[in-house]
């Protein structure tokens, strides 16, 4: 067995132990104090060191500078302007020549008064002038195409019956066509700044197959009086070729440069076509006359101021 203690002893024993430990906890203390300093001294940069450049201030937009920025992009065209007036001028297009082809199936060659003429084909081309009118805006080359095929599809077949030049109802539509066709070749020219005042011979048709075809009918035919069959295979032929031709000068219209000379001899082309049945009297003539204005046999660019 052990000793026994007595109880004196043991309280001196547990004095001791807590001497003991009030002692290793100073010396911690302390030494935690100098680990700390340590680490202060080597935190801090020597003079050696790279160290970063200080980050540059922002400098605040002041109003001044948010309005000349404003205004910069003020100045700037929408953009897509010139994709939203060919994407019209394609849909208007497409719309004329559905109208036309629907007013195509109605016409009959011994019709009446109430038949479908020219009349209703110059009324219903008018109904595009406003297309005209939102492509001028930005675009005065597409509403000057537009405008130019708008006047050719504006008569019927005047070779498929007596009464297709109509009963005198294409006047106002043709009057309407040639004010605005005025202002659109003044907005063109301003766009431009010059006109190619070349000869009014460019661009004549060489001819094409469709009216080859319609030439090698009639040889075929060899002048004699076309029966029923025959009679609607020509005008089967004749209104092919006039589509094309249409579609022809189209086509050139929107690649040419010269533009004036080309056009004046479309309209001047159509303006005589007309007159041979009288409806051709009010087919653009204020516009015919302006742009003869810049016809010139010696090919001479003339600018307009």
Known sequence: MPPRTSGRTRKRALEADAASGDEKGAKAAKLGKTSDVHGSFASQPSDSDDTDPPAKPTKKKTATSNRATKSTKSTKKPAGTTKNSEKLYKASIT????????????????QGMYGV???????????????????????????????????????????????????????????????????????????????????????????????????????????????????????KLRQKEAALKIQTAKLRRETAEAWAPIALRDMVVMRDYLDEYGIGDHYFHDSIAKLEAFKSPAKTVATVA
């Open 117 to 235: 003429t020219s009349d209703h084909y110059a009324i219903a081309m008018a109904k595009f002038l406003p297309d005209v009118e939102k492509l001028l805006v930005d675009s005065p080359k597409h509403a000057f195409n537009l405008l130019m095929y708008i006047g050719e599809q504006a008569h019927a077949d005047l070779d498929f019956g007596p009464k297709m030049c109509g009963f005198g109802d294409t006047e106002e539509p043709y009057k309407k066509m040639d004010q605005v066709m005025v202002r659109v070749i003044d907005k063109r020219v301003e766009a431009d700044g010059k006109v190619e005042a070349t000869s009014m011979e460019q661009g004549i048709d060489e001819g094409n197959d469709s009216e080859n075809e319609l030439k090698a009918y009639m040889k075929e035919l060899g002048g004699k009086r076309p029966n029923k069959s025959e009679r609607n295979w020509i005008d």
């Open 95 to 110: 719309a004329i020549d559905k109208k036309s082809k629907e007013l195509a199936r109605r016409m009959k060659p011994n």
